[in-house]
């Protein structure tokens, strides 16, 4: 690695934005997610910002089981994240359907539809769990880079 | 062109100055905001990593001639910044008669370029976002246009370097409360935010930006930092002394008022874009024509 990359390796782990998408969770996920910006948690030591914009984030924060009525909403928002870019299930909900499974208006779990790279698990998960689940998250997504081959533009 | 315009251009305050002193500008309000809600906040290199980040970011390929407007209007609020640094009097010598005219109207320029960049991306909450600011530069700008005309006023000239140092006339310390006062709508920080009111509108002009392009419009917001916060330096630091002491004055006071600003910023919740517009068309611009009509009035009768 070059110094070039070295350095935008070091800046994408150290400046993850993320990108907060509610699939039809039942709000437990969500305040734990926002509990993690309070003083208590502090995540902007990290870096970690979280963004009114999917074009603006890195990581994609993901909450809720994936409702018939989000679906596409999942999926355009994972195509307006720019690549490199991450994706974090939050809760039990987006890997199992959690106390929704069986449901017939549930469409999940999360990765039957895009690709996920870290599960923080809990219902809802301790906002300790989240902030690591983030961290790895932007490990990865420094690790990974822009992939070699697109896989699609981003969309408009 | 001789050297010291060049110098001021490319090294102090322009480019090779400004854009660390954007950052650190930046770091400062979040570590104020943060330290105000005892928080650590972030490390002093965030604003450079985010930047470095932005410029390895795959964007989406737009064509036409949008994608150009888009991708110019960054650049465009960059340079100009930049031009309007190299105008600031921090060392009084330099300069021409009128300058004081082209700075104001080269920090508009952002403002305007951040307005086009909400209707030019076509999202719904860019266009909403860029009604607001229009209209919120509006009500700012007279207040901001006011103040400048007393300082020229009682300095009876439009030449930066005359403005520069303090003044024993009041007109002149009037025009500096105007001009701060306008800082926070210019800026778009509380309570004058209601242009990127992330829980409204998204990101409002800005939504559709990514990558390198969202990288120079954080960049452009670190440089009207430094712009404005040193305009008001240089209106009051007292002009002599040592360059390297004076240089040092105009970065302190300047970060001065970075954590001032951020404290109020802090310290307040946004108004709605009613309660912006009468703040300074009830308020502000009260004390504006005010401190022009006496401004001219002293000098009738002197
Ligand atoms: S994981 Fe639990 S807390 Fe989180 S959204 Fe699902 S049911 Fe709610």
Redesign the interface.
Known sequence: MNIFSR??H???V??PRLFHLNTGSCNGCDIELVTCLS?RY?V??L?IHL???P??A?ILCITGPVTRNTLEAVKATYAQV???KAVVALGSCPASCNVFAGSPVIEGPLAKHIPVDVYVPGCPPHPDAIINGIARAAQILADR??PEK?KG???? | MNAMALIRLFLFPGLLFAIPAGWFFVWGE?KAV?RM???????L??P???F??L????????HGIEADLLRLYPVLSVLSLIAALALLPVFPTGGFSGDGILFVALLEMPSICFILAGFTSGSI?GQIGSIREAVLSVASNLVFLLAIVTIAVTESTFRMTDFAGPSLNPGHWIGVLGILLCIPAKLRLNPFSTS?A??E???GP??????AA?GMWELAHGLEWVALTGFVATLILPVGGPWWLHAVLFVAVSFLQVLLLSGISAATARFTLQRSIQFYWRWAVVLAVLAMSSAIYMRFRL
């Open positions: 350095l935008m070091r800046a994408r150290k400046s003083p502090d902007e030591q870096g963004e009114g914009s074009r603006h890195d720019c690549e490199p880079g822009v697109a533009e981003p969309q408009q | 979040h943060a809600q005892r928080r650590i906040g972030p490390p290199l965030q450079f990593y985010d470095v980040k410029l390895g970011k795959r964007t989406p390929s737009r909450y990127n992330e829980q509108i998204y990101s800005l939504t559709e930006y990514a990558g969202l």
